[in-house]
């Protein structure tokens, strides 16, 4: 019998993660989800989640908690802090610090106690609001980390971090995720969206997400408030 191919796919409810969701399943691996919730603004993200995995299916899916709003600095984790609701310049006040290198971590344990080597993350360095964890260097920096960092890679398997996202532009990547079978009305991408799961329209991640749909020539059918 052939090995199942097990991963870890970071997922956070909105647009990018559930298509790679998508993709890794796509690919032949057999899917363990792990959201996070991280003290965010809301648990929309967290909700739509739940409904992807229920959607695209996973063999597993846990959410765990780490509190990184005792932390602040971030528009998403400190509600005395505003969300933009116009371009700013630099990288935006809803940068979270460590964000991503709390996920691969947590991912990282993960995918060690159940026997995977690969990790599937959705960052991309193409339509995204300037985040440093989220380019090439990053990701090679942390696949270089669990080599050293963990049992399995000290004795010789390594880990792969998989990005298929990072060079695709918003367009490319809702019509990928639409020849997959994505629900995106079941995403939730907005750094503010209400109890409902309705998208603001205004802030930095609602702004790219229309303009994907647009690029993509697609109806957009993101709810909004």
């Known amino acids: 019998m052939a090995e199942v191919k097990k991963a870890v796919v970071l997922l956070s409810g909105g647009l990018d993660s559930a298509t790679v969701l998508a993709m890794a399943r796509a690919q032949g691996y057999e899917c363990h989800a792990l959201s ?7 648990v929309a993200e967290l909700n739509a989640a739940t409904r992807v995995v229920a959607s695209l299916g996973a063999a597993a899916h846990q959410v765990i908690s780490v509190n990184l709003d005792a932390l602040g600095g971030s528009a998403l ?4 802090i505003a969300v933009p609701e116009s371009p700013t310049s630099g990288i935006p006040v809803t940068y979270v610090p460590a964000r991503n290198t709390t996920f691969l971590s947590l991912s990282l344990g993960w995918a060690e106690v159940i026997g995977a080597r690969d990790i599937f993350i959705g960052i991309n360095a193409v339509d995204y609001s300037g985040y440093p964890d989220c380019r090439p260097e990053f990701v090679e920096a942390f696949e270089r980390l669990a ?10 398997a390594g880990f792969k971090i998989h990005t298929p996202l990072i060079r695709m532009s918003k367009s490319e990547i809702i019509a990928e ?19 409902d799961g309705r998208a603001c329209g205004l802030c930095d991640s609602c702004r790219i997400r229309k303009q994907g749909f647009d690029d993509a020539g697609i109806s957009d059918q993101t709810h909004y408030k």
């Open 77 to 80: 984790t400190d509600k005395n």
């Open 36 to 42: 996070v919730s991280y003290g965010q603004r809301h």
């Open 147 to 156: 080599q050293v960092a963990t049992k399995a890679g000290v004795e010789g």
């Open 177 to 195: 995720g639409l020849r997959l079978g994505v629900n995106y009305t079941e995403t939730v991408s907005c750094y503010q969206a209400d109890v």
